[in-house]
């Protein structure tokens, strides 16, 4: 991929103003977090967050323009000491360092390039029901999760046993329980993850936000918040739709074991579909500037 040459110069109040915006934004999407996180509290759906994907708040925080962005006057700041950032073409100015960043982490780069290009090229598929999380506690008596199971266990392995599992997502995949792992349609495999993924796949379009932070500065923050919203709002469909009973928490299910809860995940799957293969082309866009 060519380098970036420099397309946009920002003056120091505006790029100011838009690094402080996004630190606002960053600590609202974490303030209930950090509450709970201080008082030593648990949340069996939000933890997710930033347990699954081990980022903290912090992480969300820190603003990037993303490459072929100059920062002018940004040098001798706290960004200076920022890792891939370099000298601009104006005194005193900073600019990501697209190139040290690629030549750093080739592998890790053509990965997430074949898995964001590849799902966002392929159809969706809206026939899973988010029978993964079932999958994951079929004939299963102690589970992961503490909360109970919203129609119990042999109710539970019923739904299970009158659908077919269709799950593409290898990293749900592996959590299935060893009954569950024949009945899935295909054997999955963290080297076919790439040729498997697909747009309507929750999990994938969670993993979005995975993606974004891996490219660091490369991604643009406003991007990159946009990311977690996304990958928030589908883990509360994910958490509605499985087995467990989270009334308790403010939580309604979708009773996807019903023809009323199927059509409501299936709608609610496409809209979020359509959001994460927007924010895959942008990634992509802002990154290696593709329009």
């Avoid at 977690?228 to 739709?241: C, G, V």
Wanted: proline share 7%.
């Amino acid at each position: 991929m060519p380098a970036l040459a420099i397309t946009t110069s920002l003056a120091r109040a505006e790029w100011r103003a838009r690094e402080e915006a996004h630190v606002a934004r960053a600590d609202a999407l974490t303030a209930a977090h950090r509450a709970r996180a201080a008082r030593g509290e648990k949340h069996p759906v939000w933890d997710f967050l930033f347990t699954y994907y081990s980022y903290k708040p912090s992480v969300l925080r820190r603003w990037h323009p993303g490459p072929g962005v100059e920062l002018e006057e940004a040098a001798g700041g706290e960004r200076t000491g920022w890792r891939w950032y370099v000298t601009g073409t104006a005194p005193g100015s900073l600019v990501v360092d697209r190139d040290g960043f690629e030549a750093a982490k080739p592998q890790l780069l053509s990965l997430i390039d074949a898995i964001l290009r590849r799902t966002a090229s392929r159809p969706g598929q809206f026939g899973c029901f988010g029978l993964h999380e079932w999958a994951m506690v079929y004939r299963q008596g102690d589970h992961r999760h503490p909360q109970p199971l919203r129609l119990g266990q042999s109710g539970t392995d019923a739904v299970v046993e009158s659908h077919e599992l269709r799950c593409t997502h290898f990293d749900a995949f592996r959590f299935f329980t060893p009954d569950a792992v024949p009945r899935n349609r295909e054997l999955l495999s963290r080297e076919g993850q790439p040729e498997r993924e697909q747009p309507g796949c929750l999990h994938a379009g969670m993993d979005v936000y995975k993606w974004a932070v891996k490219l660091g500065p490369l991604v643009p923050g406003e991007l990159l918040l946009d990311a977690f919203e996304l990958a928030r709002d589908i883990r509360r469909l994910d958490m509605e739709a499985s087995p467990y009973d989270l009334a308790d928490w403010g939580f309604a299910p979708v009773a996807i074991e019903t023809p009323e809860g199927k059509a409501e995940y299936v709608r609610r799957q496409r809209d979020l579909a359509l959001r994460g293969n927007a924010l895959r082309e942008e990634i992509l866009g802002a990154w290696q500037g593709r329009d």
